[in-house]
């Protein structure tokens, strides 16, 4: 198979993807889920007139000359309502959310005020429909104010409350399952053997996949045999995860199963390596109706074909509308060489000048091992295929990097 360019790629990655099937989440839960359908409100808010100030509900028409004397008949707190309309003289004693009776059609606040024992003295004029709240002002019964797909925000949650939905319907969370594969590798805290190096991709890989919203579930550690490896495709497809993502074993050594292993258990491979640097023997195929991703193991190259291949699967499967990341124009702070046949993705560091874009300085080490400058960068200055050369202060595009 040819090297596919990068954004070939990810259509196929995306190709067919439907958001994943509808259930209830109770609202606190539900926060950045994605919203199953369009939720009309089960209700009028204000359900009622309510007034927007502590003073006194009273009739235009009897203020119409001031000072005006009204003789106090009550009073309407938030919650307790009087029982009868206000008539003309009349004035009602009212709080901030308190029902406005029927009659009244304005509220005086109470600094315009003069209280006389069971009278006020209204010194003020205030217009008809001052400080009142229409019935519905803010959404009526079946007005749909959150449709479907919207990921939720935080002020979502509180305006389906005021529809008075306890629950909402959400798309299902993607579940990953992630193997490591790599005889090399022993687990952070242990004491390496000769050649040994710490097991380390997984973390910010799940990290990644939970900041996007899925679960993630970790499958360890795989040996390099086609037997443990198949062992652990099996309990992946066990699992029902909607993904599986493996690191390490992608490319073309003796000792890397992970294409014949997956291969031999049924997954139909839509692509193997890509136009791009780093990740290029990064895989994709699909096992039934679970979407495999075979990444690289260098750190730096699984998480950055993670980060653009994961990332918008996680998100089409949630149900997000906004699956891409977002492209964004910057300034190159240093010089970068002319590139070459793969697309490149520069580590880079961003700073931002007080008159415009942001300065992207790409690192000066790219080497797909290296994680501390991975971890120490703020975005990806993508170079395309065969770009130029540049100097720093040119045009360039970048990818920011999550920051959670
Ligand atoms: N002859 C060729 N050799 C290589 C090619 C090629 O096209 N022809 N491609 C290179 C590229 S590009 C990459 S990227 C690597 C990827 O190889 P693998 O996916 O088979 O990865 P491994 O060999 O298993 O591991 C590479 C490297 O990463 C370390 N590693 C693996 N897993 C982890 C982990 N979970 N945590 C931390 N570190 C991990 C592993 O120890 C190796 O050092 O292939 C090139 N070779
Ligand atoms: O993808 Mo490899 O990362 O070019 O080292």
């Given amino acids: ?25 109770a609202l606190e839960a539900a ?51 009087l029982d009868r309309a206000l008539r003309a003289g009349e004035a009602l004693r009212i709080f901030t959310g308190g029902v406005v009776p029927d009659g009244a059609d304005t509220v005086v606040i109470q600094e315009d005020t003069d209280r006389d024992g069971d009278h006020v003295i209204v010194k003020e004029a205030t217009a008809s429909g001052k400080n009142i709240r229409p019935a519905g002002v803010d959404f009526r019964e079946g007005d749909v104010l959150i449709r479907a797909r919207t990921r939720l925000t935080d002020r979502h949650l509180s305006l389906a409350a ?40 997984g973390y910010a890989l799940r990290a990644l996949a939970r900041g996007e919203g899925a679960e993630a579930i970790d499958l360890g550690l795989a040996a390099d045999t086609m037997d443990a490896t198949t062992a652990a495709i099996r309990r992946a497809r066990d699992s029902g995860a909607d993904i599986l993502v493996t690191t390490g074993g992608a490319s073309v050594g003796d000792h890397d199963f992970i294409k014949r292993a997956l291969e031999a258990e049924g997954v139909e491979m839509t692509f193997w390596r890509i136009a791009m640097r780093p990740g290029k023997p990064m895989m994709y195929g699909r096992l039934g109706a679970m979407r495999v991703i075979g990444l690289p193991g260098n750190p730096v190259s ?19 509308v906004d699956v891409h990341h977002r492209v964004e124009p910057a300034l190159l702070g240093g010089d970068v060489a002319a590139n070459q046949a793969r697309q490149d993705y520069l580590r880079a560091r961003l700073t931002y000048s007080t008159d415009g874009l942001p300065i992207a300085t790409p690192v000066t080490h790219q080497d797909s091992s290296l994680m501390g400058n991975l971890a120490a960068a ?19 595009t970048v990818i920011k990097l999550s920051l959670s």
């Fill in 1 to 25: 198979m040819a090297l596919m360019a990068v954004a070939d790629a990810l259509a196929a990655v995306l190709d067919g993807v439907e958001p994943l099937p509808e259930e209830t989440a």
């Fill in 31 to 81: 926060h950045r889920r994605v919203l199953a359908r369009d939720l009309p409100s089960r209700r009028t808010q204000p359900p009622v007139a309510m007034s927007a100030m502590d003073g006194y509900a009273v009739r235009a028409a009897d203020i119409a000359t001031i000072p005006s004397r009204l003789r106090v008949i009550g009073e309407s707190a938030a919650g307790r309502p």
């Fill in 162 to 201: 005021g529809m008075n939905y306890p629950d909402l319907p959400v798309h299902r969370r993607p579940t990953i399952a992630m193997l490591a594969t790599g005889d090399e590798l022993v687990l952070p805290g242990a004491t390496p053997g000769p050649g040994q190096i710490i097991l380390s991709n």
């Fill in 302 to 320: 699984a998480y950055i074909c993670a980060f653009l291949f994961m990332v918008p699967l996680i998100r089409a499967l949630s149900g997000r």
């Fill in 378 to 396: 703020d975005a990806l200055v993508v170079r395309a295929p065969f770009a130029p050369a540049a100097s720093k202060g040119a045009p360039c």
